[in-house]
């Protein structure tokens, strides 16, 4: 009996020992390491008009040494979401499991079905599918257009630019996913009627090259932030906004930017050209988070007819120089950052961890101009004066929130409050008592308002002329 009991324990350990180290084994067939992805961003390009329906694919590879095991692969939306999902020969929102032996793949097939007749859909329907492998989590990002359009997408990441110029068709919208770029000594224009979305931290690019928005009174450009339920209708940062970039000669004429963080940012100039880096017209930007016109590093720009509103910091923002003259136009207080920030920030210099950078404003003019916000000073001038820079500052016939009008660069300007109609709402036309009726120079005067209406005489200051 003892003989059979010692031969029975044994069997008994030499059977767990073997389990044991088979599991080591097992354990070990499996490396360590993560997945690689054909795409980390899969966009589907097919116009959706009624009901469409396209399949797309990526890769999953595994490059490690050994197999890999995918603890869980999970598509974001579940069951609700407008992705479908194909994975090795399975369907569904979530797989278990999986293994990719060494050097092997595997394809994960996706389909979209989108009804977007009659609805209020976002212009991009967006999801992702997570793949969970030795504790950390990857995405893979799904996008779709959600309606008829034209789509500009830009993954710098992967070497992917989207290149314009021509003339963009104003039959659909535009939708910019990433940047749409305009490449050096090449020209793109917008016409009157066109009407742009920006998804998330977008941006429209105008690398050395000419871009012109050329809207018209009654049909302007648009532009904004792809979202289009109710919820985001005035939620500011959006998007980043338009980018110049040591630009060619451009115009933006009859347009309207809203909910940007940086509505339009000109970034120095081309020195080859002595005409205006921008000329801007007859053009509203409202409701950025940071900036509605930013001026960096020596561009010189032109703007009449110009309204900034309801932005989170500076309607005007002027960092290391700039040479600019605007007409007619409003830079306005109001918003998110009312009374704890100026509408009008100047300064000639620029400190970052290289050091203090200097340059000069030959021209700084505002003419007929209102400056002005709900309380505070709403302009604000900081400058270093070196050897032989020009600073050449004028306020002529302009309305300023300012407590000190007197020095020489102010000329028949007043701080009176221009009685504007409701800030509150955005109306920012004025009763007939404003310090603004009859009181611009006709000699800087445009020919007609930011509406296309003629200026009386003598003219009013300010984007608006009253009937």
């Not at 979209?112 to 212009?123: E, I, R, Y």
């Not at 690398?207 to 012109?212: A, E, P």
């Not at 300023?400 to 020489?408: A, E, F, R, T």
Request: proline share 3%; net charge negative; with cysteine.
């Amino acid at each position: 009996m003892m003989k059979l009991l010692n031969l029975f324990f044994g069997i008994a350990i030499l059977t767990v020992l073997t389990l044991s180290n088979s599991s080591c084994k097992k354990k070990n067939l499996f490396g360590d390491g993560n997945l690689s992805f054909s795409n980390d961003t899969l966009v589907f390009d097919t116009v959706f008009t009624t009901i469409g329906s396209t399949t797309k694919y990526f890769k999953i590879y595994n490059h490690q040494s050994k197999a890999l095991k995918i603890s869980e692969v999970q598509l974001i939306g579940g069951s609700s979401s407008k992705f479908k999902l194909n994975l090795d020969g399975l369907q569904g929102t979530s797989f278990s499991g999986l293994e990719i032996p060494s050097g092997d793949s595997l394809f994960c097939f996706v389909e979209v079905k989108l009804s977007v007749n009659g609805q209020n859909l976002p212009v991009i329907v967006e999801d992702s599918i997570r793949f969970t492998t030795n504790g950390e989590d990857q995405y893979v990002k799904l996008a779709v257009w959600g309606q008829d359009m034209y789509y500009h997408y830009s993954n710098t990441g992967m070497n992917e630019f989207d290149l314009n110029e021509g003339t963009w068709p104003n039959d659909k919208p535009h939708v910019i996913y990433g940047a749409a770029f305009v490449d050096s000594a090449k020209t793109l224009n917008i016409v009157g009627g066109t009407d742009i979305y920006l998804h998330k931290n977008s941006i429209l690019w105008n690398y050395k090259g000419t871009l012109n928005i050329d809207g018209d009174y009654n049909n302007k450009v648009h532009i904004q932030g792809d979202r289009l339920e109710a919820y985001y209708k005035d939620v500011p940062g959006q998007f980043y906004g338009i980018y110049l970039q040591e630009a060619r000669p451009s115009l933006i004429d009859n347009v309207v930017i809203k909910n940007a963080t940086a509505g339009i940012h000109v970034d120095s100039r081309d020195p080859a050209y002595t005409q205006n880096t921008l000329t801007i017209s007859n053009t509203e930007i409202l409701n950025a988070s940071s900036y509605g016109l930013f001026l960096f590093d020596g561009p010189k720009v032109y703007g009449e007819n110009v309204l900034v509103h309801s932005t989170g910091v500076h309607s005007l923002l002027v960092i290391q120089g700039a040479d600019f003259t605007f007409n007619q136009c409003d830079f306005l207080g109001y918003g998110a950052g009312e009374g704890t920030t100026p509408a009008v920030g100047i300064s000639n210099y620029y400190t970052n961890s290289q050091g203090t950078f200097v340059a000069q404003i030959p021209n700084a003019n505002f003419n007929n101009c209102v400056i002005y916000g709900s309380s505070g000073e709403h302009l604000a001038i900081d400058t270093i004066q070196t050897g032989g820079l020009i600073l050449n500052f004028h306020f002529r016939n302009s309305v300023i929130l300012k407590s000190n009008l007197g020095n020489p660069m102010f000329t028949s300007c007043s701080n009176s409050n221009p009685l504007f109609i409701n800030t509150a709402q955005d109306n920012f036309q004025f009763y007939s008592s404003s310090s603004l009726s009859n009181n611009a120079n006709q000699t800087y005067s445009t020919a007609q308002d930011i509406r296309g209406q003629g200026r009386n005489s003598p003219p009013d200051i300010g984007v608006y002329d009253l009937p």
